[in-house]
């Protein structure tokens, strides 16, 4: 009943940028975290960015002072900017909602592909 669509991704040159869009739609209760994980072929998948319904974020080592995490509670919708984009950033980027019952949701994927 929950679906989490993201879009966004694609092909960028390195130092260029890319935005990233989740819409969550569903049942769905107020004041649920959501973030951004990544997973490259052959890595574990990796927490990149997340952000309360309040407005707090956290970001991995690897991406501060580059991504932006924020959400618009109204849509609820997630958004990832990424600024001087690497390509150790190419990766599936997948949208994730925090819900402890039954268990967290999660979008299809969009893949990021960066070029040197």
């Known amino acids: 009943q929950v679906q989490l669509v993201e879009s966004g991704g694609g092909l960028v040159q390195a130092g260029g940028s890319l935005t990233l869009s989740c819409a969550a739609s569903g049942m769905i209760s107020s004041g649920n975290t959501m973030a951004w994980y990544r997973q490259a072929p052959g890595k574990l998948r990796e927490l990149v960015a997340s952000?309360?319904?309040?407005?707090?974020?956290n970001y991995a080592d690897s991406v501060k002072g580059r991504f932006t995490i924020s959400r618009d509670n109204a849509k609820n919708t997630v958004y990832l900017q990424m600024n001087s984009l690497k390509s150790e950033d190419t990766a599936v980027y997948y949208c994730n909602l925090r819900n402890r019952a039954p268990g967290d949701y999660w979008g299809q994927g969009t893949q990021v592909t960066v070029s040197s």
């Open positions: 952000i309360t319904s309040g407005g707090n974020t």
